[in-house]
Structure formats: C-alpha cells, structure tokens
C-alpha cells in the first residue's frame, strides 16, 4: 500500500467504529472525530473540530479527570456506567476509554461505548440489593434458630456417652446435619451484619494462600490448585475474614464444578491500572486490584447465568445458594466488583478492588 492508500484505509477504518470516537489535543481539545460522534454531536467533523472537548458532554468533571490521568500516566483509563450528556440533549450510559495515542504529543483517544462491561458491573452492583432484601429476615432467622441449635447440639454430646452401637448412626447424622444448620445461620448473620465495614490494609496474597491451604485440607483434597500471583500486587482495604469467606465460597463453587479426576483449579491475581467504577455525584472508584479463581469445569449452565448473584439460585441438591450472593454483598461493601465469564473452556470469577490507602480509610 502507498502512503495515500495508507491513509484513506485508516481514515475508512475509523469512521468504521461504531462507537463516538474522538482525538483529544494535549489543551484538551478535539483534533478529530469519526462520523458516530457526528451523529451524537448533531455537528460535522468540521465544526467539533478544535472545539474544548467538555462543550459536547456537558463538561463531564469524570470524562475529563479520566483525559488528564490517561494522559499523565501513559496509561488507559477506563469508567464504567458514566452518564454522558450530549449537546444533543441525549443522555446515554457508557463506558468511557480514554487511551494514549503515544508518548509524544499526549493526544489521547476518547472512545465512548455503549453497555458492554456496564451490563454486567449493573448486575453485579444489583445484587447488592438483592442481597439487602434478605437481610431483615435473616437476621432474625440467625437470631432464632441459633438457640435452639445449641439446645440440640449440646443434647447430642450427652448422648454421645451413653448410647449403644446402633444408634452411633443416628446420633453422627444428627451432629453433622446441625453443624451445616451452624454453618447455614453463620451465612444469614453475614447478611444481617450492618456494622460498618472494617478498612484494614489487606494482602490478598496471604488471603488466597490461606484458603488455598484450607481447601487442600478440607473439600479440595484431590484436587490441583494453582497459584499465579502477581509479585508487585499493592494492598488492598477491608475486612480479611469477610475476604476469606469471599475466596472460601469462590473456591468451594470451583471445586464442586469440577471433575475429581481432571479437576483443575487457578488462583491468579494481577493488578490492571485504570479500571474504575463510577460511584456517582462525580465520585470514582479505582479498582486495579484481580484476583480470580478460574476451574476447568463444564460452566454455569445457562439457565441461572443471569441470576447466580441472586439468594437462593442453586443447581446442588444440598446447596443453599448463598455462597456467590454473600460474595457479591461482601465485594460490593468492599466498594469491588465480581463477576463471571467463560473463556477457553474454563469458568472464570474474577474480583475487582481497590487499592488501600490511608486517607481512603476515611469517609467510606
Ligand atoms: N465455578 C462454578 N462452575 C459452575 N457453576 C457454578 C460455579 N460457581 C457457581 N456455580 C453455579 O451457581 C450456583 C450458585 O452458586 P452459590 O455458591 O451461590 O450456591 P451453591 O454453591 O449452589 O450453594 P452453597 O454455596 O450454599 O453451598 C451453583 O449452584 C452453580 O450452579
Ligand atoms: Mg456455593
């Protein structure tokens, strides 16, 4: 291809994205624009060219703090679920990326897409709520099935001493059916707790190896699990025993997916500079902080995929369908985000957190 040929094919190709694109000059102006975001400007090419690029959204404080940090860091940036007002007088939700064209000339690309990761950050924030609705109920259920839990429990190990052979069976089924009673109240109360959040600066790294040693011990005997930690993984803030029953829950749902014979399960960690979440009135949320715990099982299967978060949703004949909505309401206290995808045959829940950081210890 020559040079001109070069040219107009690149010139095809971003007029081909369907998404408002836009240039952005190093004064925060547009340099250019592809014809979608003609359509959402109302204006050519021609006019929005040079233009300060807060006068077509609204002068959006997030669109351009995002412009100035990709910018500065050389890094993309990206926002969930921002509120775009258009000169149009649209108003749409849409991820916003603002990427570094290159090191030079700090132009940044703007692109804005519709939905997408937003879809599924909106389901994930929404079991949040899904979660609350419980919450009433399930502290006094906690409250109340806790006492006569103990009546029974203690009963039993009376009994223990002086009962014949025979009845050893019964009495063993009786211990181990009110420990997963135990077990299932200990689940409510989570749901119940509304003290505030401890925000203590937490090592996942440790959180992980943990529950991977417990698991190996316990329900995961046979089953291979990985490590892939990122080295240089910054500390996030929060409460360490609520994350520990995040990672439990998550490792129990892979190792229940898998078969004992090939069953495979991945704890990896990495740390994404640039994704955030908007939190509203102009607030964002950094979450650089992955942890996933990935399993070579068949998957959810697709009936409940939209509604695994929510209490309940259970395929298991003796599951309570707590485990990922007591994750989803730890994570999202945690002001992160979970969610799941299938990718090469392999189920994937991967957790976005923040970072810890002194001051963001306070007002949360
Ligand atoms: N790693 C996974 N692979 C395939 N399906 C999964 C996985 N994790 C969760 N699921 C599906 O999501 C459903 C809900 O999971 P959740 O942890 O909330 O409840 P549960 O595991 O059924 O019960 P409990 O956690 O109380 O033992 C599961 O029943 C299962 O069908
Ligand atoms: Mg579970």
């Not at 181990?176 to 135990?182: T, Y």
Request: net charge positive; proline share 4%; charged share 20%.
């Amino acid at each position: 291809m020559t040079s001109v040929d070069n040219e107009l094919f690149y010139e095809v190709l971003w007029d081909a994205i369907p998404y408002p694109s836009f240039v952005i000059s190093r004064d925060n102006r547009i340099i250019t624009a592809n014809s979608s975001a003609e359509t959402y400007c109302l204006s050519s090419i021609k006019q929005i060219k040079s233009k300060p690029v807060g006068n077509y959204f609204g002068g959006n404080g997030v669109i351009l703090n995002s412009i100035n940090q990709a910018r500065d860091t050389q890094v993309s940036v990206t926002l969930y679920n921002v509120e775009v007002f258009w000169f149009s007088k649209s108003i749409t939700t849409h991820d916003v990326i603002a990427a570094p064209v290159n090191n030079n000339n700090e132009k940044i690309l703007l692109l804005f897409h519709p939905n997408g990761m937003s879809k599924k950050l909106n389901r994930s924030l929404s079991h949040r709520s899904a979660a609350r609705s419980v919450t009433g109920m399930a502290s006094m259920l906690a409250h109340e099935i806790r006492n006569p839990l103990a009546g029974i429990s203690g009963a039993a190990q009376l009994l223990e001493s002086n009962i014949s052979t025979e009845d050893q069976e019964l009495l063993e089924i009786i211990k181990i059916e009110s420990q997963r009673i135990g077990g299932l109240v200990d689940k409510f109360q989570t749901f119940g707790d509304i003290r505030p959040l401890k925000q203590e600066p937490v090592n996942l790294h440790d959180i992980l190896s943990q529950a991977k040693r417990a698991a190996n011990a316990g329900f995961a005997k046979k089953i291979k699990i990985f490590e892939n930690y990122d080295p240089s993984l910054p500390l996030t803030k929060g409460d360490p025993d609520l994350l520990l029953q995040v990672v439990q829950n998550l490792l129990k749902n892979a190792a229940e997916a898998v078969s004992l014979t090939s069953g495979q399960i991945i704890i990896e960690t990495a740390f994404k500079q640039g994704i955030s979440l908007n939190v509203g009135n102009r607030k964002k949320e950094n979450l650089p902080l992955q942890f996933s715990i990935i399993d070579n099982g068949t998957g959810v299967p697709n009936q409940i995929k939209d509604e695994i978060f929510d209490p309940f949703v259970t395929t298991k004949f003796s599951g309570s369908g707590l485990g990922l909505s007591l994750v989803s309401k730890i994570i999202s206290d945690h002001g992160g985000v979970v969610e799941y995808s299938r990718r090469n045959s392999r189920s994937i829940f991967s957790v976005l957190m923040p970072v810890w950081a002194k001051s963001s210890t306070k007002g949360n």
